[in-house]
């Protein structure tokens, strides 16, 4: 019980659960005043409940399965989007996701730069699993590999 009430966003806090619901009373009136009930299904509701659930999945599919786990350079990869992968399955450069892990402080606006500049690096080019696409992403993972016996 002490650590729900020391973290408001748990909510054990009742002022925390009185301002979200205040908010959300607030919501819905101003939604209801302005009509716009419709658009906020279309644009909120219904996509969270289909179409960001498939992005949000391929997406950690495609961050961290079926990886290498021998070296900092691959325990994630980076994805090359293409154009319509970049604006509805991967906004803001979170297709930069091992230069997001090596470096988490980096702004995502200033995540190309870094993946350019590691790119020059040889020995990181060599280790850095970089895919293009998610199409391409989904077929890597889904194709099965042989793996050397431990003989």
């Known amino acids: ?6 973290n408001p966003r748990s909510g054990g806090d009742r002022t925390y659960q009185v301002a979200r619901l205040g908010f959300h009373l607030l ?3 101003v939604l209801t005043q302005l009509h716009a009930w419709p658009v906020f299904l279309a644009t ?6 289909t179409w960001t659930k498939l992005i949000l999945r391929i ?3 495609a961050e961290h399965f079926g990886l290498r786990h021998d070296h900092s350079g691959n325990p994630t990869r980076t994805v090359l989007p293409g154009f319509f992968e970049r604006h509805f399955v ?3 450069g979170i297709h930069h ?12 606006y200033r995540l190309p730069e870094l993946h350019a500049l590691l790119m020059q690096d040889d ?3 060599e280790r850095a699993h970089v895919t293009r696409t998610y199409w391409r992403t989904l ?3 889904s194709t099965p590999t042989v793996v050397p016996s431990q003989s």
């Open 1 to 6: 019980r002490a650590i729900a009430s020391a």
């Open 27 to 29: 919501q819905a009136v």
């Open 44 to 49: 909120w509701i219904l996509p969270s409940l």
């Open 59 to 61: 997406r950690s599919i």
């Open 90 to 92: 991967a906004p803001r």
């Open 97 to 108: 996701h091992l230069e997001h892990h090596l470096y988490p402080s980096v702004p995502w």
């Open 123 to 125: 020995a990181f080019r």
């Open 139 to 141: 077929r890597e993972v």
